[in-house]
């Protein structure tokens, strides 16, 4: 938080300003799931990874990614077994995960928009609101947060005389990274674990360096990282104590039907078949969700990814959770699919021409018949897990906004769905 301050206050005590800059440090650590498990993370501009101990022993960090141009930081990992109770690193304790965890965050679309003359106010609060959202989800005290892509959005230059986002960097840059996602976001990395999915503003020509170094899930690549043009990953699997999540990499999938894509994703929706159980997908980009509307017709559903869906998720598979449309939306649709959630309401510029209601919208030649949109609200979503459920079948969303006020629920029952 002391990046906005200062900026805000700087201009008045310059000197006290000047002295505050040069002794900040940048240090953030987080705990993230990938494809072997579990690990720690730390982000550092220190000349080496910090000190770290499992269980009381000393355990050294490696190097995830050192620093490089216009990333004066390294990133630093270390995997954590499933057995480990305590974990500290600099002697501060990191959240380990629940074996059944109850209450999931979700949360998606959080940078600042900067592009061109789309222009967002990211000095303000109440215009980028992220800080304060991750903030107040953190007083949740959720159980695991997943965020369901697009951290980075500062592509270009803030238009002089622009107060509004005056000072912003711009570019794959670790500033920007920081700006965008590390400092806002810092209480709530250090209040669960994460699964971080990947978005198309972490694309090679956006923010895929930054993403690359930092959050990406699997093992740093000194050529593809350090371009950040990373091809789509195969999926991994997240057990959540009688619920699995398949965690995809779709953000370079083509909104228009792509042939060679579809082959591509299919069996990667069909890998739900070899899991037992309810099974959620955690991707970027949703199926049959309605952004906007266009001459009378719902636009948002992702052609592809449809087409590689559509008859190749089994019976268990319950739930989507996406991001992309910047809403709160659920849906249920007249054929027998999974529901779909999109998350996208995290902070960049809202989605102000989403169809409500969505009941009875027909998105793709799928029909919704059940569901909410509640668009022109900044926040988050909350999963919990009904206690009465063994099976991980039932669960309650709500959307809140970032003051922490929930403005609609609805309870998730295998593929029913009932919202007010």
Same mark, same amino acid.
Request: with cysteine; hydrophobic share 35%; glycine share 8%.
């Given at each position: 938080?002391?990046?906005?301050?200062? #900026?805000? !206050?700087?201009?008045?005590?310059?000197?006290?300003?000047?002295?505050?800059?040069?002794?900040?440090?940048?240090?953030? *650590?987080?705990? *993230?799931?990938?494809?072997?498990?579990?690990?720690? #993370?730390?982000?550092?501009?220190?000349?080496?990874?910090?000190?770290?101990?499992?269980?009381?022993?000393?355990?050294?960090?490696?190097?995830?990614?050192?620093?490089?141009?216009?990333?004066?930081?390294?990133?630093?990992?270390?995997?954590?077994?499933?057995?480990?109770?305590?974990?500290?690193?600099?002697?501060?304790?990191?959240?380990?995960?629940?074996?059944?965890?109850?209450?999931?965050?979700?949360?998606?679309?959080?940078?600042?928009?900067?592009?061109?003359?789309?222009?967002?106010?990211?000095?303000?609060?109440? *215009?980028?609101?992220?800080?304060? =959202?991750?903030?107040?989800?953190?007083?949740?005290?959720?159980? !695991?947060?997943?965020? %369901?892509?697009?951290?980075?959005?500062?592509?270009?230059?803030?238009?002089?005389?622009?107060?509004?986002?005056?000072?912003?960097?711009?570019?794959?840059?670790?500033?920007?990274?920081?700006?965008?996602?590390?400092?806002?976001?810092?209480?709530?990395?250090?209040?669960?674990?994460? %699964?971080?999915?990947?978005?198309?503003?972490?694309?090679?020509?956006?923010?895929?360096?930054?993403?690359?170094?930092?959050?990406?899930?699997?093992?740093?690549?000194?050529?593809?990282?350090?371009?950040?043009?990373?091809?789509?990953?195969?999926?991994?699997?997240?057990? @959540?104590?009688?619920?699995? @999540?398949?965690?995809?990499?779709?953000?370079?999938?083509?909104?228009?039907?792509?042939?060679?894509?579809?082959?591509?994703?299919?069996?990667?929706?069909?890998?739900?078949?070899? @899991?037992?159980?309810?099974?959620?997908?955690?991707?970027?980009?949703?199926?049959?969700?309605?952004?906007?509307?266009?001459?009378?017709?719902?636009?948002?559903?992702?052609?592809?990814?449809?087409?590689?869906?559509?008859?190749?998720?089994?019976?268990?598979?319950?739930?989507? @959770?996406?991001?992309?449309?910047?809403?709160?939306?659920?849906?249920?649709?007249?054929?027998?699919?999974?529901?779909?959630?999109?998350?996208?309401?995290?902070?960049?510029?809202?989605?102000?021409?989403?169809?409500?209601?969505?009941?009875?919208?027909?998105?793709? #030649?799928?029909?919704?018949?059940?569901?909410?949109?509640?668009?022109?609200?900044?926040?988050?979503?909350?999963?919990?897990?009904?206690?009465?459920?063994?099976?991980?079948?039932?669960?309650?969303?709500? =959307?809140?906004?970032?003051?922490?006020?929930?403005?609609?629920?609805?309870?998730?029952?295998? #593929?029913?769905?009932?919202?007010?």
């Amino acid at each position: 938080m002391r990046n906005f301050f200062q #900026r805000a !206050l700087c201009p008045a005590f310059a000197v006290l300003c000047l002295t505050s800059l040069a002794q900040a440090r940048d240090f953030y *650590q987080w705990v *993230q799931y990938v494809p072997s498990g579990l690990e720690a #993370r730390a982000v550092t501009d220190d000349p080496a990874c910090p000190e770290a101990t499992i269980d009381g022993q000393p355990v050294k960090m490696s190097d995830r990614s050192t620093p490089g141009s216009q990333y004066p930081v390294r990133a630093c990992a270390l995997p954590l077994p499933k057995s480990a109770k305590l974990v500290t690193i600099n002697g501060i304790p990191s959240p380990l995960p629940k074996d059944r965890p109850n209450k999931i965050l979700v949360v998606g679309d959080t940078g600042c928009r900067l592009k061109g003359t789309q222009v967002q106010a990211c000095n303000d609060m109440s *215009q980028w609101p992220f800080r304060l =959202g991750a903030s107040m989800s953190a007083h949740f005290k959720p159980d !695991l947060v997943i965020h %369901v892509g697009d951290m980075h959005y500062r592509e270009s230059a803030c238009p002089t005389g622009n107060l509004g986002c005056a000072g912003s960097p711009f570019g794959d840059t670790w500033q920007v990274w920081k700006e965008d996602f590390f400092d806002p976001a810092e209480a709530l990395l250090k209040a669960a674990p994460w %699964v971080m999915v990947r978005g198309n503003h972490e694309e090679c020509e956006r923010g895929g360096i930054g993403w690359a170094r930092t959050l990406d899930p699997y093992p740093y690549e000194a050529v593809s990282g350090r371009d950040g043009c990373l091809g789509p990953k195969a999926p991994y699997t997240v057990d @959540l104590g009688g619920l699995h @999540l398949i965690v995809m990499d779709v953000s370079t999938a083509d909104e228009k039907l792509n042939a060679k894509q579809v082959d591509y994703y299919r069996p990667q929706f069909e890998l739900a078949k070899s @899991l037992s159980g309810p099974v959620w997908y955690a991707f970027h980009r949703p199926l049959w969700a309605a952004e906007n509307l266009r001459n009378g017709v719902p636009e948002g559903d992702n052609q592809t990814l449809a087409a590689a869906a559509k008859g190749f998720m089994p019976n268990n598979a319950q739930a989507i @959770l996406s991001g992309h449309h910047h809403v709160f939306e659920v849906m249920k649709y007249e054929n027998d699919l999974p529901l779909q959630i999109v998350s996208g309401h995290g902070g960049d510029d809202l989605s102000m021409r989403v169809p409500n209601p969505v009941v009875g919208l027909e998105v793709n #030649r799928e029909k919704v018949v059940a569901g909410v949109s509640n668009p022109g609200i900044f926040g988050f979503s909350m999963l919990e897990r009904d206690p009465t459920d063994q099976f991980g079948t039932i669960w309650k969303i709500t =959307g809140y906004d970032v003051k922490g006020q929930a403005f609609a629920s609805c309870q998730l029952n295998q #593929r029913q769905l009932a919202c007010k």
